[in-house]
Antibody, heavy 120, light 108 residues
């Protein structure tokens, strides 16, 4: 059974750096064909893909946010960490992590999400 | 970037209705198209992957079709638990993944 759960601050101030952790179980990020991605959703708006990291440590970032994002993995802890620098109120959103299957090319399991508010 | 456009943005339907949602890609994406259902306050749930493959555990009233640039999600007989927002997502590009803007299915 695959599960994922996001954790991190619920409130950050403008210009601060956000660090979110995705802790998962039921799969290993050292298994070929597996990835973990981050997707966010501002209140009342659509889903926006942010970043993904694969079992082989290959990484991809949203072009519009690439300069602000870093994704890393700790296979021994079954965790993926996303950092986003220079936070702004427009970054207020629910942030989701999700298991990515390279074979099926889809995000097939999602965490419950964590709401991050950016405000002074 | 590949843009995904869904239509309509919202629709009202009754229980038992047949519902069709359309998703169009800005360039050909073969069959690299997924559909997700999101209920209020919940995480998205995968319904359909590779344009027409039903995710395990998803009711058979959901079906997907299309290839290239035009895709559809069909709910053959709308049930009360199907009222939600539906998103398409392309996975053709291995550099970026993009979602449609969503289609909200509401009770008529």
């Amino acid at each position: 059974q695959i599960t994922l759960k996001e954790s991190g601050p619920t409130l950050v101030k403008p210009t601060q750096t956000l660090t979110l952790t995705c802790t998962f179980s039921g799969f290993s990020l050292s298994t070929s064909g597996v990835g973990v991605g981050w997707i966010r959703q501002p209140p009342g708006k659509a889903l926006e893909w942010l970043a993904i990291i694969y079992w082989n440590d290959d990484k991809r970032y949203s072009p519009s946010l690439k300069s602000r994002l870093t994704i890393t993995k700790d296979t021994s802890k079954d965790q993926v960490v996303l950092t986003m620098t220079n936070m702004d109120p427009v970054d207020t959103a629910t942030y989701y992590c999700a298991h990515y299957s390279l074979v099926r090319s889809c995000f097939d399991y999602w965490g419950q999400g964590t709401l991050v508010t950016v405000s002074s | 970037d590949i843009q995904m456009t869904q239509s309509p943005s919202s629709l009202s339907a009754s229980v038992g209705d047949r519902v069709t949602i359309t998703c169009r890609a800005s360039q050909s994406i073969s069959s690299y198209l997924n559909w997700y259902q999101q209920k209020a306050g919940k995480a998205p749930k995968l319904l359909i992957y590779a344009a027409s493959s039903l995710q395990s555990g998803v009711p058979s009233r959901f079906s997907g079709s299309g290839s290239g640039t035009d895709f559809t999600l069909t709910i053959s007989s709308l049930q009360p638990e199907d009222f939600a927002t539906y998103y398409c997502q392309q996975s053709y590009s291995t550099l970026t993944w993009t979602f449609g803007q969503g289609t909200k299915v509401e009770i008529k």
